[in-house]
């Protein structure tokens, strides 16, 4: 009897245990540790739930960051793009890297704890529109919570690293992929997913933090008419024409997330259309909600509350889901609560958060495709020029698809008053595609993609190189005009750290990790990673030393998809790793020794004028997004010109057509092209070759 009484007593304790949130947990991150952080730790992806990305720590300041030094490094194992936050709790790090690996290191002595590898297949990678990334993990309870490029949400035991749970979060038989890190809102995880570009429809999903059950599904554009039952999708419905939800519509939700916990509000941006052309999405009318939009959200049912669009009827991959950041600002005498965004169309953006009006948009670079913002419509005032399918004519756009400010995210100074943006200058040229069809893989934009290709012209070649730069931007939201301004040779710079220090980290593709002074942007310190960074810093103390850490590795949509434009200099190498600084560090990075891809020394040229050509339109369209525009490829992936199998027509057909290696990324393409159009395809690099080389190119 005895016994009995001892099992049920055990029964219950177990119980009850188990059916205690993981939240309340001794040392468990909740909402409360979150709301309340000091500077110590840093729990989430932008620190609070406000993305400022703001540390109150200064111990490193404008008078000690001479001393700052590298206190550990260590290398990865994955030579990608690298945008990961490195979160920081409980004296320990934990990032993600390319291929959605995961590792835990102790943040004093950089020994590694545990490592996580989720094994994604290589051929996923053909889904990812830019680069095999991962930019976080998030934090709640005992758990870390991370999304795969293959569409799993994964918790695991904080400190352990193994996996607890994993729930496939879309359709893994459609080009999907998540690269975005959750948030979580009590207790529950949220995470969107990408791939609007190459067709599909975008939702937001919420899910139990302990058990990995699906709590909610927030779709952001409507599907066929009648099968819509939420109010916000039957509203939308009426501003779509034709059959727009047979190509997906696009609409996904693959980053920026923001939370109100006074008005109990979850901001998420919303990206571009599928296709980018709106004559084939959309026949060319409509605002087509909720593309390119702010909406405002309850996370514990998912019920929609307002949005604004920032761009209406987007045709050119304006995508809004750039970083969003909330900030409490006086604004013509009164207090008021904003949201403020910096999205690919080159405004920035001031809104009401507790109602999504608009209060203020200005062009932070310069920008053809509108004049300005009416304030009192919310609407763009259009330059019709560039509804490009209506002319048929080519028309270049500033900003191009890779945006105003893309994926990086900014930082606030509230002593300053400012945002830091690290925004881009940057042009396309559209040109509608006629009769144009969706493939399997691949681009399904709508585009012709192959007729911007840079030609073989050393003039032309520098004058895009020096319009296409970099900017770090101090920008007053108030005001709405920069303070002032840094530019940077090359498009792609860094995220951003401000800290009460009066500092600003970032890297940039030069290899630089920089602080610089809040007020002035003068240069105050500069690291020599050896490698490009563009993923933003987090700081952090253990045991009463500020530490500042950041992930270096050289990719992203940038690098792998605009050749010789990304990297004016030349190849950047990529050396992955994670990068700890303190005051008085005396680390050392190894010497890296010289770096050059294999020189160009391509075949004999073969191939008729009509097959090059044939191989030039398929290049642009198949390939140029992974390989680099007009064959120039940036040693992120593979530079195609010098392939070893560029030389043997059997082999190259095998990779092609045959998928060969399809384990490291590169798939099968015979359901798009053609045997001869691949052996085109070859002739065209071949060519592209021969023309690099006679210019003296790198």
Known sequence: MRFRLLAAVALLSLAACKQQPSSELPGAVNGARILAANGDEWLSYGRTYDEQRNSPLDQINQGTVKNLGLAWFADLDTARGQEATPLAIDGKIYITTAWSKAKAYDAVTGKLEWEYDPKVPGERGVAACCDVVNRGMAAWGDKLFMGTLDGRLVALDRKTGKEVWSVVTLDQSKPYTITGAPRVIDGKVIIGNGGAEMGVRGFLTAYDADTGKELWRFYSVPDEPGKNTADHLKKAEATWKGEWWKQGAGGTMWDAMAYDPELDLLYVGVGNGSPWNQYYRSQGEGDNL???????????????????????????????????????????????????????NGFFFVLDRTNGKLISAKNFVPVNWATGFDVATGRPIENPESRYYRSGKVWLGSPGPIGAHNWHPMAYDPLEGLVYIPAINSAFPFLHKPDWKPNKHGFNVGLDLAAGAMPADAKIRAGAIAATTGELIAWDPVAQKPRWKIKFPGAWNGGLLATAGKLLFQGNMAGEFNAYDTATGKKLWSFDAQTGVVAPPSTFRVNGEQYVAVLAGWGGAWPISAGVVAEPQGPIRNHSRLLVFKIGGKGKLPDPGPYNLPPLDPPAKTGTADQIADGARNYGQFCSVCHGDSGVGTGVTRDLRRAGSLGDAKIWNQIVIGGALKANGMISWKEELSDQQAENIRHYVINRAHQDKALGMK
């Open 290 to 344: 909720y593309l390119s939009s702010i909406v405002a959200i309850r996370p514990k049912t998912g019920e929609y509350v307002w949005h604004f669009q920032t761009t209406p009827g987007e045709t050119w991959d304006y995508t809004a889901t750039q970083h969003i950041m909330l900030a409490d600002l006086t604004i013509d005498g009164a207090k008021r609560k904003v949201l403020m965004q910096a999205p690919k």
